[in-house]
């Protein structure tokens, strides 16, 4: 598929002589024609960030989408806009499929700029890729809702049915290495194109109960040891929210374990910011055991301890326990004097009931202050 993408922009490239490049709606770089022009404005920082990095930035994007691209049937001229990083004129043919705009071809525009016939016939060229990208979306959400099946399938034969079905729809990369990246809350559809998340192989927006949406991206590995390419991807979608990577499995059939340790692993790095923002399984520590037994309600003896009101307490409480007990390293994470970490501490114990010099009692207290967190 990319080959043909990379075919039909040299055709409009050779068409207008000019270097082309193709993105998707996303602004997601797809392919770019050769450019072998000693003019340094060709490659203005639009067109470099780009190239280089295969996308624009959220400014970009609204400032050329300004211009009306989106609603545009048919080429339309930009002028250069230096300080938008904009150093020459554009043409921009929007790649439309029944109505739909699913990406854009962009060409510099120079004197005497190309004639109607020749837009006429990149135009029909850029209609081809619009077919292409249909069936490329058309794709995506047939394995969408194979990986969204896999993953929330359960147990017995509808989790095997869903990943024989997924790996029908991978193909031969289904045997291969992986791992899942979750990104929650998430907001919105996921990504028009698989080929805008690094690595991914997969990706599925999954309900998250009271807590919205989240999104779930099966990411392809070269080893075990390796997560980088889940990073990445990680990095691309997580704007605000935290993201969490599993443990690499080889093939579908651990997928459902997989996702509820990307999940925890998100969870956790939300719970604790310094696990995050994107935090992986195997690094998140007693989280992992925490999000196995985690309730909604929190243990009657240690409510009254996290309500709002005593946030000040609930803080010593853990850094105390954090700290293994030990008030001289707990009163300096605290910065405060031995006796006042010694009032507080007798203040938890009069709020919780719990006695802390019972092995017992600090369990239950440490485990309930770290499970609020989730």
């Known amino acids: 598929m990319k080959g043909d993408y990379q075919e039909l922009v040299d055709e409009i490239s050779t068409l207008l002589g000019a270097p082309a490049t193709l993105e998707n709606r996303d602004f997601g770089l797809i392919a770019f024609g050769a450019h072998d022009s000693d003019d340094d404005t060709a490659m203005d920082p639009v067109r470099t960030r780009s190239i280089l990095t295969r996308k624009s930035t ?19 001229r930009i002028p250069a806009a230096p300080d938008a990083g904009v150093f020459r004129d554009r043409v921009c043919l929007p790649v439309r499929h029944r109505g739909v705009v ?10 005497p700029g190309p004639t109607p016939a020749q837009l006429t016939s990149a135009m029909e060229v850029a209609t081809r890729i619009g077919d292409l990208l249909a069936d490329e979306e058309r794709a995506d959400a047939d394995l969408s809702r194979e990986f969204a099946a896999a993953l929330t399938a359960g147990r017995g034969w509808q989790s095997d049915m869903a990943v024989a079905a997924l790996r029908v729809a991978l193909g031969p990369s289904a045997d ?18 698989i080929r805008s998340v690094p690595a991914a192989a997969a990706v599925a927006v999954l309900p998250e109960g009271e807590s919205g949406e989240s999104l779930a991206v ?67 520590g007693p989280y992992r055991l925490l999000a196995a037994l985690y309730h909604p309600e929190v243990d009657p003896a240690v409510a009254p301890l ?21 008030a001289g390293r707990t009163a300096a994470a605290l ?23 019972d092995g017992e009692d600090r369990l239950l207290l440490h485990m309930s202050l770290k499970s609020a967190r989730l």
């Open 58 to 76: 959220p400014a970009v994007r609204a400032w050329f989408e300004g211009f009306g691209i989106t609603r545009a049937t048919g080429p339309v």
């Open 102 to 111: 699913l990406g854009y071809v962009w060409l510099l525009d120079a004197e």
């Open 176 to 193: 291969g290495l992986h791992t899942v990246v979750c990104v929650t809350p998430w907001q919105g559809e996921a990504p028009s194109s």
């Open 218 to 284: 099966l990411v392809r590995l070269r080893t075990p040891e390796d997560l980088s390419p889940a990073r990445a991807a990680a990095d691309r979608l997580r704007a605000a929210a935290p993201a969490g990577i599993a443990t690499a499995r080889r093939g579908l059939t651990d997928l459902p374990a997989a996702w509820r340790e990307a999940n925890t692993a998100a969870r956790a790095a939300t719970a604790q910011p310094t696990l995050g923002p994107v935090a992986e399984w195997a690094g998140i």
């Open 306 to 326: 996290v309500a709002p009101a005593h946030a000040e307490l609930a803080r010593t409480a853990e850094v105390f326990l954090d700290n293994a007990g030990q």
């Open 335 to 357: 910065g405060i004097h031995r006796q006042t970490l010694y009032y507080r501490l007798s203040r938890v114990e009069q709020l919780t009931g719990l006695d802390l010099d």
